[in-house]
């Protein structure tokens, strides 16, 4: 779905990534995570009603499911309690979907600048990245400690546009979220969108294309012509064989 990847990526300057769902098999693990500590205090809440609303921060995920404001001092016990929980007992866990870090390796050979777009913490990043093998990659990282708001609030994706110094529409960013979609739409920054994270095509309007993931984007950049698409288109008439 959507145009050819060689063509998209053609001016772009930069590619601003997700991570989890996006890179990362993570999302799961954070619905868990969310789930676990939101029982500690006492809201009964499944993993399964939360995973729906990974992608987006906590500022946005705990109020939406408890009507507690992240910032309170309630919030602020829960997010605190969920990000150990995840640290110790989730992140250990993530790995990278098949091809991730070849795929980075290729856009950073190809001049591209890349750089992490995310509504994980600082900390929870640099976990992820340590347990997926994909520390060390990124020259640039933003979170939500870059931002005032996470996503699908646009704050993060402007973030690291000013970061890299790039204009939006010399950028591209790739997600796998309707979240991830409607932030770049606000900044003003062409996506991609991943289905590896759970979600499916329909959830993706506005996007310039979908892949299933990072392996399949890679082939799409490493295709070449067939032969057979190369030969010249017969004229009317002319046989066929």
């Not at 390796?105 to 900390?123: C, D, M, V």
């Not at 060390?136 to 996503?151: E, H, L, Q, R």
């Not at 890679?218 to 698409?229: C, D, H, K, M």
Request: charged share 25%; hydrophobic share 40%.
């Amino acid at each position: 779905m959507g145009q050819d990847i060689k063509h998209l990526l053609a001016d772009k300057q930069a590619i601003l990534f997700d991570m989890d769902g996006t890179l990362v098999n993570s999302n799961d693990l954070h619905a868990s995570a969310w789930s676990e500590a939101l029982n500690c205090f006492g809201h009964e809440i499944s993993a399964e009603t939360v995973r729906p609303l990974i992608g987006k921060g906590g500022d946005k995920l705990l109020p939406e499911l408890t009507g507690i404001e992240a910032e309170s001092s309630d919030g602020k016990k829960i997010s605190e309690a969920r990000s150990k929980i995840f640290i110790e007992h989730y992140a250990p866990r993530v790995k990278a979907f098949p091809k991730a870090k070849e795929l980075l390796n290729q856009l950073q050979t190809q001049g591209k600048h890349i750089i992490i777009a995310t509504s994980a913490s600082k900390e929870e990043l640099e976990a992820i990245l340590k347990a997926s093998g994909l520390e060390g990659i990124f020259p640039d990282m933003t979170s939500a400690d870059d931002a005032d708001a996470s996503k699908p609030d646009p704050d993060i994706i402007q973030a690291a546009l000013k970061k890299v110094g790039v204009p939006a529409d010399q950028a591209l960013m790739i997600g796998d979220t309707p979240y991830d979609v409607e932030a770049s739409i606000l900044a003003h920054t062409p996506i991609i969108a991943f289905r590896c994270g759970g979600w499916f095509d329909e959830d993706f309007e506005g996007a310039l294309a979908v892949y299933d993931g990072p392996e399949e984007m890679l082939t799409e950049l490493n295709r070449t012509p067939t032969t057979s698409a190369l030969q010249p288109t017969p004229l009317h008439g002319e046989p066929t064989f």
